[in-house]
């Protein structure tokens, strides 16, 4: 298990592309290599330890086991899925008093935002906050409310932010372009009172 790990510590944040591409390569043969040595492990271990069980649910579940190898979109393991999870898990018994089915139906979906919005890369409380303020004020109408999803949002967001680094970017290209005509300015206004200088007070020239 460690190689096939290994592996996905190399391809970590790659395009799904990328990583599906070095999966072929790199995995498949230790998938194709790992299955039969299970397969024979099994005969050698009873059926009732542990170690027999495991290796039954994974003979099983092979197919959904492997693949990850032909799609990049998928992880390895559920780890990710799981983390997330974990604080819904760990406050279940403080759910149970949500007051109503409508209160649990409410604290669902706000669970679901929150944990949408992390997998997203989104600061759950600036995402929640600039949400509100959004549909309290208006700015946001009821038929928009779609764009405020977190995956939506997070595009507008990002689309923002490159807006305003481009304005930022052309502002200062225009203020370096206004110090250097100033500089060209200064040159030729110093170079224009030299002439008249000269002009004024020519250099006797030997005879």
């Not at 096939?4 to 390569?25: C, H, K, M, N």
């Not at 994974?58 to 492997?66: A, D, F, I, Q, S």
């Not at 928009?144 to 967001?157: D, G, I, S, V, Y």
Request: charged share 25%; with cysteine.
């Amino acid at each position: 298990m460690a190689m096939f790990y290994a592996v996905e510590d190399r391809i970590r944040g790659l395009p799904a592309t990328q990583r599906v591409a070095v999966r072929q390569s790199d995995t498949r043969p230790l998938i194709e290599d790992f299955k039969p040595r299970l397969e024979a492990r099994l005969l050698e271990v009873s059926k009732k330890s542990g170690l027999g069980k495991a290796i039954r649910y994974t003979l099983n579940h092979w197919e959904g086991l492997t693949r990850f190898i032909d799609d990049g979109r998928i992880q390895i393991d559920s780890n990710t899925v799981e983390r997330s999870i974990k604080p819904i898990g760990l406050g279940k018994k403080n759910y149970l008093f949500a007051g109503s089915e409508g209160g649990a139906e409410t604290w669902a979906i706000l669970a679901s935002l929150i944990n949408t919005a992390k997998l997203h890369d989104i600061d759950p409380r600036h995402y929640l906050s600039d949400v509100l303020e959004r549909i309290v004020s208006g700015r946001t109408k009821i038929n928009q409310l779609n764009t405020l999803l977190p995956w939506h949002w997070k595009a507008a967001r990002d689309g923002s932010e490159a807006k305003i680094a481009a304005r930022s970017v052309r502002r200062q290209g225009v203020g370096n372009f206004l110090r250097i005509a100033g500089v060209v300015v200064n040159l030729l206004q110093r170079t224009l009172k030299l002439c008249e200088l000269r002009q004024q007070d020519p250099i006797n020239e030997a005879p």
